[in-house]
C-alpha cells in the first residue's frame, strides 16, 4: 500500500529482503535461470553460419596458435611433459579453458545490471539470478572446452587418464568464486561506470600473471606468491594435474574452495546492500 501511495511499482532495486530470503528467492528461481541461459546461448550464435561451432572453434585455434608460438618458434619445454606437439597443446589448452571460464564471466559482470535496467526501474525482478545465468552461460563454454581436450587426449594418446574424468569437479569448484566477483562487480558496476573500460586491462593481466603459458614451477619465488593469488592458477594447476597425472594440490584446493564460498558470500551480501540504491541511479 505503501508503495502505491508514492505513485510507484515496487521494484527489483527497491527491495529490501533479507539474506535469507534472497537465498530463498534465488533457490525457488531455477527454472527461470535456466530459461534466461538457454535464451542467452541461442541469441549468442543465432544468424551465425557456424552456430554453436564457434564455441569450438575459437578455443581451439587460440591454443593452436600458442602451440605453434611457444612450441615451434620458441621451442619451450617444460618439465612433466613431452615436447611433442600433442602435449603442448593439451597443457595449454587445460589452462586455456580455466582462464576463459574465469574471463568470460568476469568481462560481463561490470555491465550486467546496466544491460538489464529494465529489471530493475519496471518489474518485480530477482536481479541476484542475472549472475547465476551469467556464470551458467559460461559454464557451458568451459565444458565445451573441456570436451576438446577429451577428444584431443584420446585422438593423441589413447584411453585418457581416469583421473581425467574428475576434470568438471574443478570448473565447478570454481563457480562460488566466480558468483561472488559477478555479484560484487554487478553492483559496483551500476555506481563506476568506468569499471567496464579498466576490466579488459585488468584481465589481460591476470592472463599473463596465471600459469597458462607456463608452468608455476618456472616463476621466480618473489613473484610465485603473486601468481598464486590468481583465481585462476589453482584451477589451473588442479586441471594440469588431472590431465597429465600429476601430484594433485588437494591442500590448495581445499584452502580454493573455502575462500570462494567467503568470497561468494561476501560478494552476496554487498550485492543485496547495494541493490537498494540502483534504482536511484538508473
Known amino acids: 500500500m505503501k508503495a502505491a501511495s508514492s505513485g510507484k511499482r515496487p521494484s527489483a532495486g527497491t527491495r529490501s529482503l533479507g539474506a535469507d530470503s ?5 533457490w525457488g ?3 527461470l535461470i535456466r530459461r534466461l541461459a538457454a535464451r542467452e546461448l541461442q541469441a549468442r550464435y543465432r544468424g551465425s553460419m557456424l552456430g554453436i561451432a564457434w564455441a569450438v572453434i575459437v578455443p581451439l585455434g587460440m591454443v593452436l596458435m600458442y602451440t605453434f608460438v611457444f612450441g615451434s618458434i620458441f621451442k619451450v619445454r617444460w618439465s612433466g611433459i613431452s615436447g611433442s606437439t600433442e602435449s603442448m597443446t593439451a597443457f595449454f589448452l587445460a589452462g586455456l579453458i580455466v582462464h576463459q571460464f574465469l574471463s568470460e564471466v568476469i568481462a560481463r559482470a561490470p555491465s550486467l545490471v546496466l544491460e538489464n535496467k529494465n529489471y530493475v526501474t519496471r518489474v518485480v525482478f530477482p536481479l541476484e539470478i542475472l549472475s547465476l545465468v551469467t556464470v551458467a552461460v ?3 563454454g568451459a565444458a565445451i572446452g573441456l570436451a576438446l581436450l577429451l577428444c584431443l587426449l584420446a ?8 583421473t581425467v574424468l574428475l576434470s568438471p569437479l574443478v570448473l565447478l569448484g570454481m563457480v562460488p568464486m566466480l558468483l561472488g566477483l559477478t555479484w560484487i562487480f554487478s553492483a559496483i558496476g551500476v555506481f563506476v561506470r568506468d569499471l567496464g573500460q579498466i576490466m579488459p586491462v585488468a584481465l589481460s593481466v591476470l592472463f599473463f600473471l596465471a600459469p597458462v603459458l607456463y608452468p608455476r ?7 610465485d606468491a603473486l601468481v598464486l593469488f ?17 601430484p594433485f594440490p588437494w591442500e590448495l584446493a581445499l584452502s580454493y574452495f573455502v575462500i570462494s564460498l567467503v568470497v561468494c558470500w561476501t560478494g552476496f551480501s554487498v550485492f543485496l546492500r547495494l541493490r537498494r540504491a540502483f534504482a536511484d541511479v538508473l
Open 22 to 26: 534472497s537465498v530463498s528467492v534465488v
Open 217 to 223: 614451477s618456472s616463476v621466480p619465488p618473489p613473484f
Open 230 to 246: 590468481n583465481p585462476t592458477t589453482i584451477p589451473i594447476e588442479a586441471m594440469r594435474a588431472l590431465v597429465f597425472e600429476h
Open 138 to 140: 559460461a559454464l557451458v
Open 29 to 31: 528461481s531455477r527454472v
Open 155 to 162: 585422438l593423441t594418446s589413447g584411453i585418457p587418464p581416469a
